[in-house]
């Protein structure tokens, strides 16, 4: 049994940052990639960025140099760093946790508002 819990959404003013925070716990036993993607309303999910095992990181194309991820493999924690927000960035933020066994276990969301 795998937990996903999100943290750290809330309404924040156009150029303002935020972070959320996505934890694991349960059978999880290292290696784990750990990935955000948002959600609009109505719309499919799309991916927002990657946490690797090894620590690296990748942001889609569109987000870098406003958003970045960061790990603590010990807490099995990432956090997603969001700066400069527009509200275009308004969504549900979800994190996903693959397991070795290739097994996806899904948070709850976070809401993430950005008001003008």
């Known amino acids: 049994q795998v937990e996903v819990v999100e943290s750290g959404g809330g309404v924040v003013q156009a150029g303002g940052s935020l972070r959320l925070s996505c934890s694991a716990s349960g059978s999880i036993y290292g290696f784990n990639v750990m990935s955000w993607y948002r959600q609009y309303p109505g719309k499919e999910r799309e991916p927002v960025g990657t946490?690797?095992?090894?620590?690296?990181?990748n942001v889609e194309i569109a987000l870098r140099g406003r958003f970045s991820i960061t790990r603590d493999s010990a807490k099995n924690t990432i956090t997603l760093h969001m700066n400069n927000l527009k509200p275009e960035d308004t969504a549900t933020y979800l994190c996903?946790?693959?397991?070795?066994?290739?097994?996806?276990?899904w948070g709850q969301g976070t809401q993430v508002t950005v008001s003008l």
């Open positions: 946490s690797l095992p090894s620590g690296n990181a």
């Open positions: 996903v946790v693959t397991t070795r066994g290739g097994e996806a276990h």
